[in-house]
């Protein structure tokens, strides 16, 4: 079905286009003036004036037909318009011989191209084209001074012009720096999986060119914790069913093989840790274990107490003063107001504290616009 581009008023004006009738003031502006006008008082002033303007031979002063016109307008400052048929004197509108009411029937038709369809035709295209300009200046006016135009997805102008970085961490020249150590130790368009032993494992396979494992010293660390090499190829390929991996394992298959090697994490130290730290290009301080790259604590030394978890009700820290994740975080994960839903799952492959900070993390990467299109180097080069 076609959609009609035409307004109501321009489907209006179309009617009388094609049925050759002249376009005329509003029906009921036009009663009420003759209404108005027909009052005794009223009828009388106006009947005065005309004769006032039409015999010379009265010989009217200009100064009182004027007064005339102009009766209630201002009386000693004090303006009643009702004595007469005219506006307050402090109103910049000229009354013609046929008074204010006849005034504004002369300024409709007027408006309206006093029966000339060219001539409404150009006052319309004019008046439309200023509507469009004026309201497009008032809308961006008010969209700029507004937060209600932000809606649920920026709270103000700063988290709106950074494309909601601001709600991961406010405090992005430390941020940035931090990202900037990091290095490829995580991926942007692999953040669902933020925080996972399964995404440091896929990272480390992806940027060391390895096929279906790891390096030496770490498949070494994982069979110690009864890893056979099918299931860290399971772990480096993220064979999980889905819709086009029917035959993957289940979420719980692959969760019970990420548990296993988060210990072996923890056991990946000394020149192993630093061949790994090497292929991901991060040079973060104070790690000790593979395992440490699991904690927002370690992997963001200098801006972790910026930490943020967006939610409906605005940001909220991730840790709070003592260096702890804020007691507030899980509660709100675990309440179904946000999408995915908890940490209690990922809390059974790493500890509960990295595992609610990494949740809420991952949330607040993903609200970002187009995070998955870059990687942790190029936004580190951004923010710094």
Do not use: H
């Not at 003036?33 to 106006?46: R, T």
């Not at 001539?119 to 961006?140: P, V």
């Not at 999408?339 to 504290?353: E, R, S, W």
Request: hydrophobic share 45%; with cysteine.
């Amino acid at each position: 079905m076609a959609e009609s581009v035409a307004t109501p008023l321009q489907l209006t004006a179309g009617v009388g286009f094609y049925a050759g009738n002249a376009i005329a003031a509003n029906t009921n502006l036009s009663n009420n003036i003759a209404s108005y006008n027909a009052l005794a008082p009223i009828a009388n002033l106006l009947y005065t004036i005309n004769a006032a303007v039409s015999n010379v031979s009265l010989n009217i002063s200009d100064n009182t037909i004027a007064n005339l016109k102009t009766l209630g307008a201002n009386v000693s400052g004090n303006y009643c318009p009702a004595l007469g048929d005219s506006v307050p004197s402090n109103i910049a509108w000229t009354v013609g011989n046929t008074g204010y009411t006849g005034t504004i029937a002369s300024s409709a038709s007027t408006y309206l191209g006093s029966g000339d369809f060219g001539k409404f035709a150009q006052a319309f295209g004019a008046a439309q084209g200023y509507l469009t300009l004026t309201n497009g200046i008032i809308l961006s006016a008010v969209n700029a001074n507004s937060t209600d135009y932000l809606g649920p997805t920026f709270e103000n102008m700063t988290d709106l012009i950074t494309g909601g970085l601001t709600l991961v961490n406010p405090a992005l020249a430390s941020f940035g720096a931090d990202l900037a150590l990091d290095g490829d130790l995580f991926a942007l368009d692999n953040i669902e999986q933020f925080g996972t032993p399964a995404a440091l494992l896929q990272q480390l396979a992806i940027k060391g060119n390895m096929l279906n494992g790891t390096t030496p010293c770490v498949t070494t660390a994982l069979k110690a914790q009864g890893l056979t090499d099918g299931a860290i190829a399971a772990l480096v390929n993220n064979d999980v069913q889905s819709l086009y991996n029917p035959n993957g394992l289940t979420p719980n298959q692959f969760d019970t093989l990420q548990k296993a090697a988060y210990p072996a994490l923890t056991n990946v130290t000394g020149d192993c840790l630093q061949n790994v730290l090497d292929i991901l290009d991060c040079t973060l301080p104070n790690i000790e274990t593979m395992a440490d790259l699991l904690d927002p604590v370690k992997i963001f030394p200098t801006s972790y107490a910026s930490l943020t978890l967006p939610t409906p009700d605005g940001p909220v820290l991730i840790y709070d003063v003592d260096g702890n994740v804020n007691s507030a975080v899980e509660p709100i994960l675990n309440s179904g107001s946000l999408t995915p839903v908890g940490c209690d799952q990922l809390a059974k492959i790493i500890p509960a504290a990295n595992a609610a900070a990494n949740r809420a993390l991952q949330l607040a990467f993903q609200q970002v616009k187009g995070i998955s299109n870059t990687t942790v180097p190029k936004l580190a080069a951004i923010l710094q």
